[in-house]
C-alpha cells in the first residue's frame, strides 16, 4: 500500500486508496440478486499496454464504451482511455456492476485487491503520508517513510550536525511549503514539534534536526 500512498488515478484524478461504495465488489449470483463481497472489497487495474492505473469503477465507467449496431442494437466494447488500446471485441451484452462485473479477459483474481478495512487502518497508521497536512503557512507534515532518497540522506547530513543518525529522527517531518521568493522573510525558525529555536541553516543544506527532541525540517 506504501506504493500507492499519494498515486492517483488516470481516470477520476482522485487517490487510488480513497474510494466510494460504489467502488466496492460484488459478487456473481447466478440466481439473481446482488451480493457485495465481503470485507469490503475494491480493485485496481492497470492498462496492460500504457500501465496506466485506475480503480475498476471507473475502468468500467469510462473505458466500456457504448457503440451502435445497426437502427436499435448497442454493443459494448472496452477501450483504455489513456492510450486508445482495445481491451475486449465488440460485446452485446455487459454484466452490470452489481451483478459482478469482471473486466474482459482480466478477471478480478488478476488484479490488484485492496480491502477497505486494511486500508483504512493503514491510513490511519500513516496519517503523514504523502499527502500530508498544512501546519500554519509555512509547513507540512509528512511521514519519513515517503520522503525521496535525497531528501532522507539531507536529514541524514543533518542529524550528524547534531551528533545523531537518522534512527533519532521522528517520523513525522516538517516540510517547508512556501515559494522561494518568500523564504527570505523568515528570520527564525522554530521546531514544529517542540518550539526550541532550530539552527539557521547554512547556504547549502537543505534539512536541519531538532537537537531538543530529534524533529527533522525539510528546507
Ligand atoms: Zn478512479
Ligand atoms: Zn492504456
Ligand atoms: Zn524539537
Known amino acids: 500500500m506504501n506504493k500507492l500512498d499519494g498515486r492517483t488515478c488516470f481516470v477520476c484524478g482522485k487517490y487510488l486508496l ?21 470485507p469490503d472489497t475494491y480493485h485496481l487495474f492497470s492498462c496492460p499496454n500504457c500501465n496506466k492505473l485506475a480503480h475498476k469503477r471507473c475502468w468500467y465507467n469510462v473505458g466500456e464504451r457504448k457503440k451502435r449496431k445497426g437502427l436499435f442494437g448497442k454493443e459494448w466494447q472496452m477501450i483504455c482511455p489513456g492510450c486508445g488500446h482495445v481491451l475486449s471485441s465488440p460485446r452485446s451484452k455487459r454484466t452490470g456492476w452489481n451483478r459482478g462485473y469482471e473486466i474482459p479477459g482480466h478477471p478480478d483474481t488478476d488484479l490488484l485487491e485492496l480491502q477497505v478495512p486494511e486500508v483504512m487502518s493503514w491510513k490511519a497508521g500513516s496519517v503523514f503520508g504523502k499527502i500530508g497536512r498544512a501546519i500554519g503557512n509555512f509547513f507540512q507534515a509528512v511521514g519519513l517513510s515517503s520522503l525521496t532518497d535525497p531528501e532522507k540522506s539531507s536529514i541524514g547530513r543533518a542529524a550528524q550536525k547534531i551528533g545523531k543518525s537518522i534512527q533519532d529522527v521522528a517520523d513525522r517531518v516538517f516540510k517547508l511549503n512556501i ?7 523568515i528570520r527564525d525558525l522554530k521546531c514544529q514539534n517542540c518550539g526550541a529555536p532550530l539552527p539557521l541553516p ?18
Not at 480513497?18 to 465481503?38: E, I, R
Open 179 to 185: 515559494p522561494p521568493e518568500k523564504r527570505s522573510e
Open 202 to 219: 547554512g547556504e547549502f543544506e537543505d534539512a536541519v534536526v531538532c537537537a531538543h527532541c530529534g524533529t527533522a525540517h525539510l528546507l
Open 18 to 38: 480513497n474510494n466510494t461504495p460504489d467502488d466496492l465488489s460484488y459478487l456473481q449470483v447466478h440466481t439473481g440478486g446482488t451480493m457485495k463481497v465481503k
